[in-house]
Structure formats: structure tokens, C-alpha cells
């Protein structure tokens, strides 16, 4: 790279190191104001209750107190199985439905297709409170509340719109001469999906499903609103932190830290499929 | 092996049609080119056979059934795409067997019938690379391949050399000749290139704006266009078109006065012409001669040498003619040259654009490739057993 641009752009050999230098301490900023509240959050939970509550410091002597007593308090392992089953099912039934939806916009639309689309979207614009006294109340009716299969079906429905139209772009993008092809060479349509399509939009499929899965993993309205105790989730274990005892900062970061990391690490892991998810129409 | 017809065939989109009501005959073993300018609906046309596209109205016949209601993969047709549209996430063997593997052949039989199709295609040694470790022609090759494999009764090729580079189309086009003899298939071939259609058709069909606008051999299309849009779109460089003016009809032909005073007679049918009926001749670029006495002249504009031939673009009043001339001529830009042209070379255009009739019918306008094989298989019958 440097000897490319040496050798092709002498003149611009001094000036861009200094653009490069600008530009790569402004990512890092933004980066790192970004960053700050977690890291502040994990720092915290490695503090005695009285250094947190105490001036901001980075010097501290570190101390697992706050995670011993933590843990002492409740089951993690409850709250984290419920947030991986609601998170991963309800992902799951968005994706069942959504795909089958997503190739009939993407391959048979209609005049209505761009408006149904902008539709799902605008359910998004909704503050979600203004449907919370109804959804209860079925929910109770029903006999949802407090339990897995009614948080899943709630994400579900929270998170589709957004599944349908990532995976929508993502269809949109495939070239329709493949499934042309497929189709003269006799694939029905599930032949074509199963065959052609899922396979050739795979990257596209997980990056919607990772942010599904983050998105539902990080719901905390729903989730405080609908659970008590048998269906919480991660959230809702957080937030146990907070109120009943006064705010016990140490404690709270400490819960709060091993409420986030499984999903921060799943989510670092997969980071380059994500961003090439993402990413996928803007940059061919 | 098989016939197709088209009836009356319309396609519309919303309130434009973009297929006006065609008819059409394939015969078995044909080459036929749909050519035309973009947007002519000739991909339409072959998308509607293929099954990928639905007819508004018509019939549309393989061996005499009507398909119109078949699905495209039980037509027994195979169809190659301008993109190629190969599986990219499978070998160039899984992308041949496709349609086998659908269709639950067993797996031996698959790799049979591949190896089989990628040894006419010189493909063996890459039956286990990927689409994207292929270049152009290889790929090319592989979706004709997938094509062959399917061992359909009706090949349709949309545009596959358009992706190609000018040396690599060339070639390929050699070889897609070579593929109908040797598969002894019926060929449905798509292109906007009229090269590709006069070397490779046993019949062209010229389309413009949803309409065929002629049906014939390829030399009968160059020397006999039914209109000036066929005689301006077959043959390369463009034909010429002149303005004249009608001086009187005899049975010989129609005469006329060029541009510049000159007379003569243009051996067409003309008996129906009003005496003040608005003419225009057509010459093409390779029939014009320099000449000293010729009656037409014109101010040398650009000139390009090729070698072997050199191209004129000469200034007559408005217009500017092309003359495929000799590679030798000394002329340079600017100079004044004279030339003229044979008269049962030209073509006459009425007013509404369409071709006065010819009175000497050319030689070779019959002639097709399958004229040729079925001359060779009756002139020797001993040895076709």
C-alpha cells in the first residue's frame, strides 16, 4: 500500500499520513466515548461499594466482593438460560416467518409490496408503551404472562419488521437469474429456497439473526413489564439490583457486567459476519 | 428434437405492450436469431417461451402442443443466461447435475451424463473448481453445459456472448456453430449483435418495437430487406439512405435522379408508385465505388484504414455516406471523391419505409446453413447410412 501510493502520488505522500493521523484519532474517540460507559460499568464492578460511590477513579484496588455477593443473592444461571432460550427462540420463529415473507416481497412483488414494507417499518416508530396496557391484558388472558413462550412471541413480533426488511435487501440483492436458472432446471419453490437461495444469502441470514438475538438479548421493557420471576430474563435480573435495597453501584455493575458478557463476547466473536451483513449492499 | 410456433403471441406490462401479436414457425434443427435494438422485446419473447415469463395472449407450441400452461422445467427446454447464472456456491459438476439431482437421478448416472456434456465442452479438468475460479469462457461453457445436460429439445441462448471480450466472442461463436452440428438441436439465440445473427442463424427475425419486421436467411435479409429498418440494421457499417426524386417507371425498374443531377434506373417493381412519390435509395457502404464518372460526389470527412479496407465517411449535403472502399486508396481527408454504385445493388424505400420489390430475386438469398448440410446429405447418400 505504501509503496503504491509512494510511487503513484508523490505529492500526496506528505499530506495524507497527517489526513490518516486525524482521521484515525477521531475513530478512536468516537470509539472510545462509545466504549466508556461499559468499560466504566466493568471497572465499577470490581469496586467495594464505597470506592464507587467515591470520586471517579482508575485507581482503585480491584476486588471480586461485589460478584461474591452477586452471586450469593440469586440464580444467574436462571435468568441467563431464560435470555438464551427467549433470545435464540424468538430469533428463530422471526427468521420462520420472515424469510418466506422477505422472498415473496423480494421476488413476487406487487404494487403494495414498497407500502406494506414501509408499514412494518413505521410499527417500529411506536413508543412500544402505547400498546403496553392492551398486550397485558391479553397476555393474562391468554396466560402469557410470565412466561418464555410469551416473551418469544412478543420479540417476535418486536423484532420482525427489522428481520423482514434486512432479509428483504439481502433477497433483493441475489441475482434473480440464479433463481431463474434453478427454476428451468426444475426446483420448486422450496427447492429454490432451501438449494439456492439460503445458501447464497447465508452471510446476510446470520447477521439479521445475530441482531435479532441482540436485540432481544438487550429488551428490557417487555421483559420487566411481562416477567416476575419464573421468565426473567437477564434484564429483569439487573434491574433486581436496582430498586428493592437503594442503588448498590458496585453490585449493579457487577450483575449488570455478567448480564452483557455473554452477548458482548457472542457478538465479538461474530463481529465480521455482522459487518458483512450489514455492509452487504452498500460495498460489493 | 422439436417444432416450436408462436400464435398471435402478446405480452403486456400494466397498459404497454411490449410484444404486439407475433407469429412465428421454428423448424426442427433450426438456428434462429431473435435480433433487434434494445428494448424490441426479443429477451421478452424468449423469456415467455422459456416459461419464466407469462404470454398475455397467444399460443405458444412445441411439436404441436400448446405450453402456454406448462411449467418452464417441463417445457424440455434449457436456457442460457447473458449473466450465465451459475450456482456460485457449487462445483462446476454439482452446477451440470442440478437439474438431474432435482429430478433424483442417481448419483452415477449424474456423473455419467456430466462427464459425457464436459468432454464435448473441453471442461473435464474443471469439474471440481467453483464458478468464481473460471474465467469467462469457462463459465460460458459451464452454463451451456448445464444446458446440454438437461438434453432438451429446444436450446434458448439469451445474449451469452455479451459478456465476453471481442476475441473470446469470436471464438465462441465458432464453437455454438460447432454445438448445433454436433447436437443436432433446435437453437433459439438472442442478440442485439446482427454479426452474431448473420454468421450463426439459419433464419434471423429481425424485432422492432415488439413486432417482427422480417423472417428469413441471413443473406436473404441483406440483400432483400423488407424495409429500411432491416436494411439499416443488418449489414455493418450501416446502410446509406439518399433522397431522390421519381422520374418515371418502366418495367425494367424505377428511375430516378440522385442528388447532384445524376439518373438512374433501379431495377425494382414500381408500378404502383404515384408519379410524385417520395423515394429514398438505399446503397450499403460496401456497394459504393470510387469512381471518376460516378454521379454522386462528396467531401472526404474522416477516414479510417483498416489495412485491407478503408472507410470513407464522405459530406453529401446533409448527410454523410459511408464508402467501404479499397485498403490502397490514396485519398486523404478533405479531398472531393466521385463514386457511384451498381443499380441492381440499391434498394428503393416508399414513403412509408417499405422496400420496393426486387425484379432479380439474388442468388445466395436462399441459401442457409441447413440448405447446406441437407445439399451435402443428398449429394452423397452412399455414405449417410
Known amino acids: ?284 | 428434437m422439436a417444432t416450436l410456433q408462436l400464435k398471435n403471441i402478446i405480452k403486456q406490462f400494466g397498459d404497454t405492450k411490449v410484444i404486439k401479436g407475433i407469429d412465428l414457425e421454428v423448424n426442427d434443427r433450426e438456428f434462429v436469431v431473435f435480433v433487434g435494438p434494445s428494448g424490441c422485446g426479443k429477451s421478452t419473447l424468449m423469456r415467455m417461451i422459456a416459461g419464466l415469463e407469462s404470454a398475455s395472449d397467444g399460443d405458444i407450441l412445441i411439436d404441436g402442443k400448446r405450453i402456454n400452461d406448462v411449467g418452464p422445467a417441463d417445457r424440455g427446454l434449457a436456457m442460457v443466461f447473458q449473466s450465465y447464472a451459475l450456482y456460485p456456491h457449487m462445483t462446476v459438476e454439482a452446477n451440470m447435475g442440478f437439474s438431474m439431482r432435482l429430478a433424483g437421478v442417481p448419483k452415477e448416472e449424474r456423473r455419467a451424463k456430466v462427464l459425457e456434456a464436459a468432454k464435448i465442452l473441453q471442461l473435464e479438468p474443471l469439474l471440481d473448481r467453483k464458478p468464481k475460479a473460471l474465467s469467462g469462457g469457462q463459465r460460458q461453457r459451464v452454463a451451456i453445459g448445464r444446458a446440454i445436460v438437461r438434453n432438451p429439445s429446444i436450446f434458448l441462448f439469451d445474449e451469452p456472448l455479451s459478456n465476453l471480450d471481442a476475441a473470446l466472442r469470436v471464438q465462441m461463436r465458432i464453437e455454438l456453430a460447432r454445438l448445433h452440428e454436433e447436437l443436432d438441436a433446435t437453437m433459439i439465440y438472442v442478440t442485439h449483435d446482427q454479426i452474431e445473427a448473420m454468421t450463426m442463424a439459419d433464419k434471423i427475425v429481425v424485432l422492432h418495437d415488439g413486432v417482427v419486421e422480417q423472417v428469413g436467411s441471413p443473406m436473404a435479409l441483406y440483400h432483400h430487406p423488407r424495409n429500411r429498418f432491416v436494411a439499416g440494421f443488418i449489414g455493418s457499417p450501416k446502410m446509406n439512405f439518399l433522397p431522390v426524386t421519381l422520374t418515371g417507371v418502366t418495367p425494367e425498374g424505377v428511375e430516378i435522379r440522385l442528388p447532384g443531377g445524376g439518373e438512374r434506373s433501379v431495377p425494382v417493381d414500381g408500378v404502383h408508385l404515384d408519379a410524385n412519390a417520395t423515394l429514398e435509395l438505399g446503397v450499403r457502404p460496401e456497394h459504393l465505388v470510387l469512381d471518376e464518372q460516378g454521379p454522386l460526389s462528396g467531401q472526404i470527412k474522416v477516414l479510417e484504414r483498416l489495412g485491407g479496407q478503408t472507410s470513407l465517411y464522405v459530406q453529401m449535403d446533409d448527410e454523410l455516406i459511408t464508402i467501404m472502399a479499397d485498403g490502397d486508396v490514396a485519398y486523404r481527408v478533405n479531398d472531393t471523391v466521385r463514386f457511384g454504385f451498381a443499380p441492381e445493388r440499391a434498394h428503393l424505400f416508399d414513403a412509408g419505409g417499405l422496400a420496393l420489390t426486387s425484379l432479380q430475386q439474388h442468388p445466395l438469398a436462399r441459401l442457409t446453413r441447413q440448405d447446406n448440410r441437407a445439399a451435402t446429405e443428398s449429394a452423397s447418400p452412399g455414405e449417410q447410412v
Do not use: C
Open chain 1, 1 to 284: 500500500m505504501t509503496l503504491h501510493r509512494n510511487s503513484v502520488a508523490p505529492a500526496n505522500a506528505r499530506s495524507l499520513p497527517i489526513r490518516q493521523l486525524v482521521l484515525t484519532l477521531v475513530g478512536w474517540s468516537i470509539a472510545l466515548i462509545i466504549f466508556f460507559p461499559i468499560l466504566w460499568m466493568v471497572l465499577t464492578g470490581f469496586k467495594t461499594e464505597t470506592a464507587a460511590i467515591a470520586d471517579p477513579s482508575f485507581l482503585f484496588s480491584p476486588t471480586l466482593e461485589s460478584y461474591q455477593a452477586v452471586h450469593a443473592r440469586s440464580g444467574y444461571a436462571r435468568f441467563a438460560l431464560n435470555s438464551v432460550v427467549v433470545a435464540f427462540g424468538s430469533t428463530f420463529l422471526a427468521l420462520l416467518i420472515a424469510i418466506p415473507s422477505a422472498y415473496a416481497m423480494a421476488f413476487l412483488p406487487t404494487k403494495r409490496t414498497k407500502g406494506t414494507l414501509l408499514w412494518m417499518l413505521s410499527t417500529k416508530m411506536l413508543p412500544p408503551v402505547g400498546v403496553l396496557v392492551p398486550i397485558y391484558l391479553i397476555f393474562r388472558d391468554v396466560g402469557l404472562l410470565d412466561t418464555r413462550t410469551g416473551l418469544i412471541i412478543i420479540y417476535t413480533l418486536m423484532n420482525l419488521p427489522i428481520v423482514v426488511w434486512m432479509l428483504y435487501t439481502f433477497f433483493k440483492d441475489m441475482p434473480k437469474d440464479i433463481l431463474e436458472a434453478g427454476r428451468m432446471d426444475g426446483a420448486s419453490t422450496l427447492q429454490e429456497v432451501f438449494f439456492l437461495l439460503l445458501p447464497l444469502t447465508l452471510p446476510g441470514i446470520a447477521s439479521t439473526g445475530l441482531l435479532s438475538v441482540i436485540l432481544s438479548w438487550n429488551e428490557a421493557f417487555w421483559s420487566l413489564n411481562l416477567t416476575s420471576s419464573k421468565a426473567a430474563p437477564l434484564t429483569a435480573y439487573i434491574a433486581s439490583f436496582s430498586s428493592p435495597e437503594g442503588l448498590f453501584w458496585a453490585k449493579l455493575s457487577a450483575a449488570s457486567t455478567m448480564a452483557i458478557a455473554p452477548i458482548l463476547i457472542f457478538g465479538w466473536m461474530t463481529q465480521k459476519q455482522m459487518v458483512r451483513g450489514l455492509t452487504f449492499g452498500a460495498v460489493k
